[in-house]
């Protein structure tokens, strides 16, 4: 079955600690996608990846980091400069970065602070 | 920034009802999407409607948009239980660094 894999599902991070969310597709998508979303609101950009080796800061950019060393995976780093990074963490991939096409959700990884 | 804003935040409704959720936005857009978000999972993409249309339907959904008003509604017709989840608009908008810009939803509950 195609489809976008997160995990972990929960994760709990202790103060001055990075973390790292992994996402994976085997779609054969191009374009990949990290959302931060908090409760009771929409999704908001982190960042985005239309290509292998190149990625693009969203609109929350500061405190994260990404990388994209293969076409299948989109690791998001949480860093420790993230002063409030309890969220739930959406990752979506879709054909292109053209906003043709839908986007295509794993289901997401809720980070906490100990 | 938030591009699409949903209205209204919260729908309750009995099972057989009509639900009808409305997003409006402030700039010009190339498509708006609707996806569904059950409780704790990811979003599911329902319906995509560009700019040059008008209505479109995909089984019980109808999303009608109408880019004078800046705004697009998604009917469900004869709403089910399975039916409760929040609803998100998106809209997509600018040139090649284009990107999908979420509202807060409508959480639709669908009571048996």
């Known amino acids: 079955d195609g489809g976008i894999t997160q995990s972990p599902k929960y994760l709990f991070r202790k103060e001055g600690q990075n973390v790292t969310l992994s996402c994976e597709q085997n779609?054969?998508?191009?374009?990949m996608y990290w959302y931060r979303q908090d409760p009771g609101q929409g999704l908001r950009l982190i960042y985005y990846?239309?290509?292998?080796?190149?990625?693009q800061k969203g609109d929350i950019a500061e405190g994260y980091s990404v990388s994209r060393e293969k076409k299948e995976s989109f690791p998001l780093t949480v860093t420790s400069a993230q002063k409030n990074p309890t969220a739930f963490y959406l990752c979506?991939?879709?054909?292109?970065?053209?906003?043709?096409?839908?986007?295509?959700f794993g289901d997401g990884t809720r980070l906490s602070i100990l | 920034s938030q591009q699409g804003e949903e209205d209204p935040q919260a729908l309750s409704i009995q099972e057989g009802e009509n639900a009808t959720m409305n997003c409006s936005y402030k700039t010009s857009i190339n498509n708006l999407q609707w996806y569904r978000q059950n409780s704790g999972r990811g979003l599911v993409h329902l319906i995509l409607?560009?700019?040059?249309?008008r209505e479109k339907h995909s089984g019980r959904l109808r999303v009608t948009l109408d880019t004078s008003k800046k705004s697009s509604s998604l009917l469900i017709t004869a709403s089910r239980a399975a039916d409760t989840a929040s609803y998100f608009c998106?809209?997509?908008?600018?040139?090649?660094?284009?990107?999908?810009?979420f509202g807060k939803g409508t959480l639709l509950t669908v009571n048996p």
């Open positions: 998106a809209t997509a908008s600018g040139g090649s660094n284009y990107k999908l810009t």
């Open positions: 409607i560009r700019s040059n249309e």
């Open positions: 779609l054969n998508h191009d374009a």
């Open positions: 979506a991939s879709s054909p292109s970065d053209r906003g043709r096409q839908p986007q295509h």
């Open positions: 990846s239309q290509i292998v080796n190149d990625f």
